[in-house]
């Protein structure tokens, strides 16, 4: 039994050893076979992923520039939605007043260095704007 055993142990051990995989090369002009990766080969599909990638985080960084860039500031007479896609984007804090007439909005943007911008809205429509 234990003969059985070390000749199938044998026999799987010799069989894995011809299931590697084999690499055709050219080297020198002539074709050389062997069990590992040509020279070369390995750093050049390295290579060409990373370029891919870079050039995909350069398509997307062109795209988003594309798009800040295509954004106007806030302008009068604007609506909210409009106002909302400006470069100014959705506000930190809304204050809103309604009276019998009328609906006014104040939009407030904090920025870290030069205090608060405002945008102010009545009826949905932009009528002033201050820093």
């Known amino acids: 039994m234990k003969k059985l055993l070390l000749v199938m142990t044998s026999v799987l051990l010799i069989q894995s050893s011809f299931a590697a995989e084999v690499y055709t090369c050219s080297v020198n002009g002539k074709t050389v076979y062997q069990g590992k990766p040509c020279p070369g080969k390995e750093l050049n599909a390295r290579v060409q992923q990373s370029q891919a990638a870079i050039k995909g985080q350069?398509?997307?960084?062109?795209k988003e520039r594309a798009e800040r860039d295509a954004r106007k500031e806030p302008r009068i007479g604007m609506t909210k939605s409009e106002a909302e896609k400006s470069t100014w984007g959705?506000?930190?804090?809304?204050?809103?007043?309604?009276?019998?007439?009328?609906?006014?909005?104040q939009w407030v943007y904090r920025t870290p260095y030069s205090g608060s911008k405002y945008l102010h809205f009545?009826?949905?429509?932009?009528?002033?704007?201050?820093?």
């Open 58 to 62: 350069q398509a997307t960084r062109e």
């Open 90 to 105: 959705y506000p930190d804090k809304v204050n809103t007043t309604t009276t019998a007439k009328n609906e006014f909005e």
């Open 122 to 131: 009545t009826n949905g429509k932009l009528t002033s704007i201050s820093n």
